[in-house]
């Protein structure tokens, strides 16, 4: 097994894959996402391997079984905005033969790791320290502790960014039952603030959904949500953005 940057001959088996990621839409939105295609076609993808600032890294063990397409962005010597560089996972894709064989933690630590080598900021999500909220919306696999993330983030000693989205609707549940995934409230942002606080990082990023979903009912946080919830943040003596 090895992890790598792709090249041109891993270009028709990155098509299968994106066939299988894009099939996945289609079955839970078939409004938005049509059958039988790819987010890129072939000469997209040959283009993308040529752009540094865009990489793509696939796992090989004798045949591609995941990918992980990447951005790097760069800010440096702005008039306004600090020096930065991060890196980016736009997309992430296993094999469906292949799951629960942890090629993706795989992929990502690979990418950590790259990121690392290549000076780019500690970028973190922690969207909610609700439990149960996290269960409902991210549903992780395997151990999740919120505790233990947020511990894990303060161990970076305040050299982290960290990423927050915020969402308004509902979402359906495995029993057809609809419920809120508004985490805009006070129940949800006072105890990220808390978190948030206890971490101290360099910087807060507050954001919202920009396009259409695979899981229909989810709605953008109002910009003046973002815009109070941004406030709230700086007024414990951190900087932070607000993206809507």
Not at 34 to 52: F, G, W
Not at 120 to 134: A, G, Q, R
Not at 201 to 222: F, H, N
Request: net charge negative.
């Amino acid at each position: 097994m090895m992890i790598r940057k792709a090249n041109k001959e891993d270009i028709k088996r990155i098509i299968d894959l994106l066939h299988q990621v894009n099939m996945v839409h289609h079955v839970l939105r078939p409004d938005l996402f049509k059958p039988h295609t790819t987010k890129y076609s072939e000469q997209e993808l040959a283009a993308l391997l040529k752009d540094e600032n865009k990489p793509i890294f696939v796992y090989d063990d004798g045949t591609v079984l995941g990918y992980a397409f990447c951005q790097v962005s760069e800010i440096k010597d702005n008039q306004l905005l600090e020096d930065i560089k991060t890196l980016y996972i736009d997309d992430i894709c296993v094999d469906e033969h292949a799951r629960g064989k942890h090629v993706g933690k795989a992929l990502y630590e690979y990418v950590r790791d790259y990121a690392r080598s290549i000076g780019c900021n500690n970028i973190l999500k922690l969207d909610t320290v609700n439990p149960d909220y996290i269960k409902m919306v991210d549903q992780p696999t395997g151990h999740y502790d919120v505790r233990e993330v947020i511990d894990a983030m303060k161990r970076f000693q305040g050299h982290l960014i960290i990423q927050t989205m915020f969402m308004r609707g509902q979402k359906e549940t495995a029993d057809g039952i609809q419920e809120s995934v508004d985490n805009t409230g006070d129940e949800y942002v006072a105890p990220w603030l808390d978190a948030v606080r206890e971490i101290r990082p360099q910087q807060v990023m507050v954001y919202t959904i920009d396009r259409e979903t695979p899981t229909p009912g989810l709605e953008k946080a109002s910009r003046g949500q973002l815009d109070a919830i941004r406030d709230r943040v700086m007024a414990l003596g951190i900087p932070c953005s607000a993206s809507y």
